[in-house]
DNA sequence: CTGTTAGCGCTTTCAT
DNA sequence: ATGAAAGCGCTAACAG
């Protein structure tokens, strides 16, 4: 007791054995005798040794066993998601499967952010959806380590693992315009200034997110098809994931002239924000207006939502296993649940 | 480009300058000139060098910058819990404003936990509300860095916030048993084997998890005071924290012969649990049933829920700040919510 | 402002 | 089964 810090020499030396020995008791315990095993264990506890030091054996070893997470943005949001929480959910099963650890890095959105990456001992990064223009992408990538992108961008010597967003989007938003007359979607931010405005017949090229932007691509096809020019599709686009604003945003849209008779939103928190504001206005889903979310998440079963059903939690493992640099599958799967709130 | 590790020691050479030099740049950027500087970056630049390596740098500087948390069981539970998921989120506030990463440490539950916290490469542990038995506990003490733990045990050497419970649990029970005949409680786990089980007047000394202890001693006082004796008080014990397994306790003891008529449960989850159990029913609450719930989430004002307000935001955030070795205030501060699902 | 020296604590060779 | 040597990549401490 006493000293701050013990080393395995120190145990080496009380144990009355070499320093290799008393690291393998530690690391290959097999190729130690019982006897030099029991006399280094006993002038470990002797002295407080609680195990090699991790930061030396991270250097020595050339590995940290442990996978980082780049979350985005203010990082307490990101635990307000739900489906952010999932995809944790997944990283972590993985991480907790191998004996890894998961390091969160709070990213700010200020320039710091970079050097917070650079400096991150870990062996592999995990990226949750971020815009083209993120410069912890390029953080990310001069790392040099293993590392994934879920939802995107893509970026060159990075694995990606997302759904198909705008296959998805074609195929939900097909449902929600179905014999729509003046459609109207909820978004996701356009890009990481995230402001919260409503614009009709959005220039998709500018959107700075790729998994807004391919969705707001599917969406548009869905109502050419369906007949409606883009440039009368009114979109709301939310500042944040989550019920409150969408609620706000689709009673302003509710209430206006000319409302909309069909709503897309890009999440099932979102979708049921607007389901309350359709309540408050008085108006029957779907015959006044149909609604679809996206998720399949808890909510979405509960209001009985039309919806794009995707497992963020095997997203989350399969990303999981792609930073430690074992092959997966870069495209997951989604499937459409119809359910009543949608005219089809 | 090509080699796999650059060196900060290759740069210098390449840059013309001492490795110190080079170090400098990366370290302190005022105490070299800005030619010498331009060199090493562009030295950097032309290798790929993306900075220090972070093992080698956590080892010389003898810290890692990065917090470690340990939630406890399985990890995917944590995030699935609101309340821990504010809690991490407290964490994650001061870890952002330090510049600090915070790994998660996925536990088992297993004797492989024990192995997962000494070999952790962080500065501090937070420790998340645990079991008195928790390996853990001691593996964490045993690395001699500053460690915190939030709800209980209290261990030797570790600092510790929370609440009082007891003294909350003696309030809020004092307004769900106020005119209850047949008072029941809806309990968190005993044991970490989190089993699911009915008893009544719990020998409450035998509880290890401190937390659920000191709350379950608390609502003993309170129905000790509405002149109700303990072991006609009726404990539901749930596995798990979540609306769900609360719901199919309640729904159980309600359609029991001699049913409650006051339910105070562990968490708002919980007791939104206990309410949609009590609708289908058919009681009126709080008439038929008085309810009450813990924390105050958001799910509590929406179901008008009398309850403990506490902020786990501000509890990880003070966690964070005990681990870093900063002075804090062991005791967090709650307060009584009343509203409408309680007779008083 | 820049450089030299020393070693953080450990584990990978390669012997014995 | 055990040990000796070497050095992972970096930065504190001190010169100059």
Sequence with gaps: MGSKRVTLAQVAELAGVSVMTASYTYNRPDRVSDQAKSKVLAAAAHLGYAGPDPSARSLRRGSTRTLGVVMGEHLSYAFEDP??????????????ERGYGMTILPITGAADDVPRITSAAVDGFIVWTTSDDDPVLAAVRATKRPAVIHGGPSVRDLALVTIDNRAAAHAVGALAFANAARPAIVSFPLSRARVSTTISGADIEDVLFPVTRERLEGYRQAAHEAGIAWHDVLIAVCARNDAAEAERVASALLTSTGPPDAIAAMSDQQAAGVVHAARSAGRAIP????????????????????????SLREQGAACAHAA????????????LVRRSSTRL
């Design 324 to 335: 430690l640099g074992e092959p997966t599958s870069q495209t997951a799967s989604w499937s």
């Design 83 to 96: 489906e952010a929480v999932s995809f944790l959910a997944g990283i972590a099963d993985v991480c907790a």
């Design 287 to 310: 015959d006044d207006l149909a609604v679809t979310g996206w998720d399949d998440a808890a909510v979405a079963a509960r209001l009985d939502l039309t919806t794009v059903a995707q």
